[in-house]
């Protein structure tokens, strides 16, 4: 006979994110129960639709669970906050330290050309234009290694606390083109160099989330095992479970 969790008053939702093992708690508690209806018979100690959804109830908002996992956020979120503030901070201070270069690089060059009458010839446009690739280049690299290691920190901590608590992160593209805090931007003639950011894997619960529902439905069948600690009524399921060949 096919168990009716609705029976119970469960919502089919709650339903479907239950284990194996509570469901098979509550079906054989739901099941046996419907049989004795069958035949006009009650069985004692049987836990109500009420009943039930107190203890579910009761094993979400669990005190201990609910701190360890918030705990848990808490700790994930400021590692990775922190993380981010390093990242950040090196980036800027080896693109600013390379501007800088640029710059002297650059000043040198014109002083070099000028003294020799070449300010203007095709040796100096093309050494200006090896200086220009080679502090794109570096650039460049330093933005891919940000790219990386900003990816590699996001997407651990989406996988692990799930898309949702990202996004209440709020984190802005770091590296953003032209800024640079020691005032030399007017010196900065090559093009802006793009802002890092990282897309969202997206729709991710997270392992934590999926590990304290685990948790959960744990405690929930060890409440609904405490509750139904009639020797009877452990009597009478046991045989149930013997009958129906689930034993």
């Known amino acids: 006979m096919?168990?009716?969790?609705?029976?119970?008053g469960i919502p089919?939702?709650?339903?479907?994110?239950?284990?194996?093992?509570?469901?098979?708690?509550?079906?054989?508690?739901?099941?046996?129960?419907?049989?004795?209806?069958?035949?006009?018979?009650?069985?004692?100690?049987?836990?109500?639709?009420?009943?039930?959804?107190?203890?579910?109830?009761q094993a979400t908002n669990d005190p201990t669970i609910s701190k360890y996992y918030s705990d848990d956020?808490?700790?994930?979120?400021?590692?990775?906050?922190?993380?981010l503030s390093l990242m950040t901070d090196e980036f800027h201070q080896l693109t600013d330290?390379?501007?800088?270069?640029y710059i002297d690089a650059k000043?040198?060059?014109?002083?070099?050309?000028?003294?020799?009458?070449?300010?203007?010839?095709?040796?100096?446009?093309?050494?200006?234009?090896e200086l220009d690739k080679s502090n794109q280049d570096v650039i460049s690299s330093s933005r891919n290694k940000l790219k990386s290691?900003?990816?590699?920190?996001?997407?651990?901590?989406?996988?692990?606390?799930?898309?949702?608590?990202?996004?209440?992160?709020?984190?802005?593209?770091?590296?953003?083109?032209?800024?640079?805090?020691?005032?030399?931007?007017?010196?900065?003639?090559l093009p802006d160099y793009e802002p890092v950011s990282y897309t969202p894997i997206g729709g991710l619960a997270g392992t934590q989330s999926q590990q304290k529902l685990a948790d959960v439905e744990s405690q929930y069948e060890a409440l609904i095992q405490q509750k139904s600690t009639d020797k009877q009524l452990t009597g009478e399921i046991a045989k149930y479970k013997s009958l129906a060949g689930m034993a």
Do not use: C, H
Request: aromatic share 8%; glycine share 8%.
């Open 107 to 129: 000043k040198e060059l014109d002083k070099n050309a000028s003294s020799t009458g070449l300010a203007y010839s095709g040796f100096r446009r093309q050494a200006q234009k």
């Open 73 to 83: 956020l808490r700790i994930g979120t400021t590692t990775l906050q922190n993380n």
């Open 2 to 8: 096919d168990f009716n969790y609705s029976s119970l």
């Open 149 to 189: 290691q900003l990816n590699q920190q996001m997407s651990d901590f989406e996988q692990t606390y799930g898309t949702k608590n990202l996004s209440n992160l709020g984190v802005q593209p770091i590296g953003q083109g032209g800024t640079n805090p020691t005032g030399m931007q007017s010196n900065w003639t």
């Open 97 to 101: 330290q390379q501007k800088q270069q």
């Open 12 to 57: 089919k939702s709650q339903w479907e994110s239950f284990s194996p093992q509570v469901k098979s708690v509550v079906s054989v508690l739901g099941s046996y129960s419907n049989v004795l209806a069958q035949q006009n018979q009650a069985l004692p100690g049987t836990l109500s639709k009420k009943t039930l959804a107190k203890l579910w109830e």
